[in-house]
């Protein structure tokens, strides 16, 4: 079933890597590793997260894209809703249409309905995905081209009913391994012609298929796991990523992008980083 609001509003993204100009994000007040549900919290269930140093780096990643000329829309957190700070997941914007996903874990179940709500609020028109399921950490856009992960989150029949609701995009189904969670964690499109990589998570022939269309810059097994494929392209070759990602920070400034450092290591041991903390509505 797909719920639709039909007022218009001003929304576009044709890309991962155009002009930013405005974007969800989520204050992690209530971040928490209830239960292991990727790979990354597997490490660090025991430590659990030390709220107040996420929120003081959430607020740091917050203020230098407003820095950067980026409006952020702060969506309400809720205490039922501990990985709410990855709004990426909960929603995504193909051409000028926001969809809203419909959530696998149960854990996340919910946090869409806070999503719809702002929508609402805000006469913003958008589409609910409620069939299959479906997360925005696996939909990566290029134009007309949208590359979706097939994962524990996101199942081919989802790809299979958005692919009919968008007859004008070529929908590519990109299989991984699904204990890196989402697409994002394991690919990013940095230009027309650039991508990152953590080619292990791929077949081969999925790795040949992805370097026939871009110049992949490869991610070592560590810097993957400290989400080192996460970042989050602003515009202008300009891209946020982690300090601790030093191998792929040079990588990047090699190819000519000017890398923005922001510490964000309390809010990747949840297994998201820049990227999945982020859910753009506008970029040009």
């Given amino acids: ?4 609001i039909s007022k218009q509003a001003q929304i576009q993204c044709k890309s991962e890597y155009g002009t930013l100009q405005k974007v969800i994000l989520c204050e992690p007040q209530y971040m928490e590793i ?13 430590n659990n997260i030390d709220r107040t140093l996420a929120i003081s ?31 990426r997941d909960i929603g995504f914007t193909l051409g000028r249409r926001v969809f809203i996903s419909e959530m696998a874990n149960p854990i996340r179940q919910g946090e869409e ?61 990109i299989p991984f391994n699904p204990k890196y969670l ?15 990589i953590y080619p292990d998570a ?16 490869e991610v070592s097994e560590s810097e993957q796991f400290s989400m080192g494929t996460n970042v989050l392209s602003i515009g202008n070759n300009r891209v946020l990523s982690l300090p601790i990602n030093r191998d792929v920070n040079h990588q990047l400034r090699q190819h000519g992008y000017q890398v923005l450092e922001v ?20 970029r040009h």
């Fill in 1 to 4: 079933m797909i719920k639709t």
């Fill in 57 to 87: 780096q959430h607020q740091k990643f917050e203020q230098t894209l407003r820095n950067a000329g980026v409006e952020v829309i702060k969506l309400r957190p809720s205490k039922d809703h501990p990985e709410q700070v990855f709004t």
């Fill in 202 to 217: 791929f077949d081969r022939k999925i790795v040949d298929r992805l370097s026939s269309m871009y110049h992949l810059i």
């Fill in 113 to 173: 309905k806070v999503l719809s709500h702002w929508m609402k609020e805000h006469d913003i028109s958008y589409k609910k995905l409620s069939t299959h399921p479906i997360e925005g950490g696996d939909v990566i856009v290029d134009g007309n081209r949208v590359f979706i992960g097939i994962s524990h989150r996101t199942c081919m029949k989802a790809i299979q009913s958005l692919q009919r609701e968008l007859p004008d995009f070529e929908i590519l189904p």
């Fill in 182 to 196: 989402h697409l994002d964690c394991v690919f990013n499109i940095l230009s027309s012609k650039d991508a990152l």
């Fill in 263 to 282: 510490d964000f290591s309390e809010i990747i041991k949840s297994g998201g980083s820049f990227r999945c903390c982020s859910m753009p509505i506008v």
């Fill in 34 to 46: 209830k239960e292991v549900i990727n790979n990354v919290q597997k490490k660090y269930i025991g």
